[in-house]
């Protein structure tokens, strides 16, 4: 993705509060929903994508590898606390909190 695309796609991801759901849907594309909306974040080296996707549209492959459970367990179901560029270069940061009865817990996720 090219730095102009990413600056409009931001404000947009800014306005999202909660982050649902987290899973891998391809070898490089992870599936994001949001409360209002779905976003695949395609991370192929040459030719990145952030895309809106279908709620409907069935996944061809799961995948159960550690690095998926432990993905889906730290931010699935987190609030927002902050997106940004990572000093201001082609690098989205998520700041997200999950909150418990008795503490919370910050992960900071990085596209």
Same mark, same amino acid.
């Given at each position: 993705?090219?730095?102009?695309?990413?600056?409009?796609?931001?404000?947009?991801?800014?306005?999202? +509060?909660?982050?649902? &759901? %987290?899973?891998?849907?391809?070898?490089?594309?992870?599936l994001l $929903?949001?409360?209002? #909306?779905? @976003?695949?974040?395609?991370?192929? +080296?040459?030719?990145? &994508? %952030?895309?809106?996707?279908?709620?409907?549209?069935?996944?061809? $492959?799961?995948?159960? #590898?550690? @690095?998926?459970?432990?993905?889906? +367990?730290?931010?699935?179901?987190?609030?927002?606390?902050?997106?940004?560029?990572?000093?201001?270069?082609?690098?989205?940061?998520?700041?997200?909190?999950?909150?418990?009865s008795y503490?919370?817990?910050?992960?900071?996720?990085?596209?």
């Open positions: 993705m090219k730095q102009w695309q990413l600056n409009q796609i931001l404000p947009h991801l800014q306005e999202m +509060k909660r982050l649902l &759901l %987290i899973k891998r849907v391809g070898d490089n594309s992870l $929903k949001f409360e209002e #909306a779905y @976003f695949i974040f395609d991370m192929h +080296k040459s030719d990145s &994508l %952030i895309y809106p996707r279908d709620a409907k549209e069935e996944q061809a $492959k799961t995948y159960n #590898a550690p @690095f998926d459970i432990q993905l889906s +367990k730290q931010c699935s179901g987190t609030h927002i606390t902050k997106v940004e560029l990572f000093n201001d270069d082609k690098i989205i940061h998520f700041i997200l909190e999950k909150q418990s503490k919370s817990h910050s992960t900071h996720l990085y596209f």
